[in-house]
């Protein structure tokens, strides 16, 4: 397998989810033993190509066209030979992510082992959706922001726990609303810290609700996921800088956009021109 992917999240300072993807590889085998973490693998050769795989409790060969999925458990032997080109994005998911995403979610008894199976070829269009998102997040340099990925990442992690996690025991009903308290307490910390680069755990912590919970809850009671609603304060915020005099550059730098380009980005797809238009409108 070469070397270097093509996209890699390594430099990204990921550490629940690592993603890779490469093109077009030549035919070989790829074997772990015992996987480290919950493994993805998606598909990309436009053609099918013919594969033989090995797991825990499965052994065959089929033929692997894009968008086919295979899920496998930490702890499993991985096996894949293959005999034509291969394109494929993978993800290594830490056990520690999604024993903690099904503690707050309540659907294992404290201590039993999640169990994702072994799934072979697979079509789940929500996981190739996020896991496009995460790639091109990772190809961006990580311009979404550590809210973006966390959310993306909880999302597909609690979406693989309710649709392929083995829950022993009895699953509890979920939180149903995030109460006005709670909701102002949030808020107040968004505009507090508007100009960090806020984790969705952070978030969580200041509205006394799991992050798994936090996306679905929030977006209830405002209309827009937290990612989103950060954005639009931030864009509210740089509206008011920049009638004030301050320079985009800098505006873009005390509200914690990577850099002017983000800014402008955000700006112009939320109120449909860009900082400069905006400020020569208003003189």
């Known amino acids: 397998m070469p070397d270097v992917p093509v996209v890699s999240s390594e430099s990204l300072g990921w550490s629940d989810l690592k993603l890779w993807g490469w093109e077009s590889v030549s035919p070989q085998e790829a074997f772990e033993p015992a996987l480290q973490s919950h493994l993805i693998v998606i598909h990309g050769t436009p053609q099918p190509v013919k594969v033989f795989e090995r797991a825990d409790g499965y052994r065959g060969e089929g033929v692997a066209k894009p968008g086919d999925i295979n899920i496998f458990s930490a702890g499993d032997l991985s096996y894949c030979r293959w005999e034509g080109e291969l394109s494929f994005v993978r993800l290594d998911l830490s056990t520690r992510l999604t024993d903690q995403v099904a503690a707050e979610l309540e659907l294992f008894n404290t201590g039993d082992a999640i169990d994702f199976g072994r799934s072979i070829r697979l079509s789940d269009e929500r996981i190739v959706q996020m896991v496009q998102w995460l790639r091109e997040d990772v190809q961006s340099g ?29 699953r509890r009903a979920l939180p149903q609303r995030i109460d006005r308290r709670q909701l102002d307490g949030t808020l107040q910390y968004i505009h507090a810290y508007l100009d960090r680069n806020l984790s969705l755990d952070e978030i969580a912590a200041a509205s ?7 996306v679905r809850l929030f977006k209830d009671a405002t209309g827009l996921t937290p990612h989103q609603y950060v954005i639009q304060e931030k864009i509210r915020r740089a509206q008011k800088l920049l009638i004030g005099g301050m320079p985009a550059h800098e505006v873009a730098a005390i509200l914690g956009f990577s850099d002017q380009s983000h800014l402008h980005r955000h700006f112009k797809r939320l109120l449909g021109v860009t900082p400069r238009e905006f400020v020569l409108a208003i003189r």
């Open 142 to 170: 990580g311009l979404g922001g550590r809210l973006y990925t966390d959310s993306l990442t909880r999302m597909l992690t609690v979406h693989l726990l309710h649709r392929y996690g083995t829950p022993s025991g009895h």
């Open 208 to 214: 006394h609700v799991s992050p798994s919970h936090l």
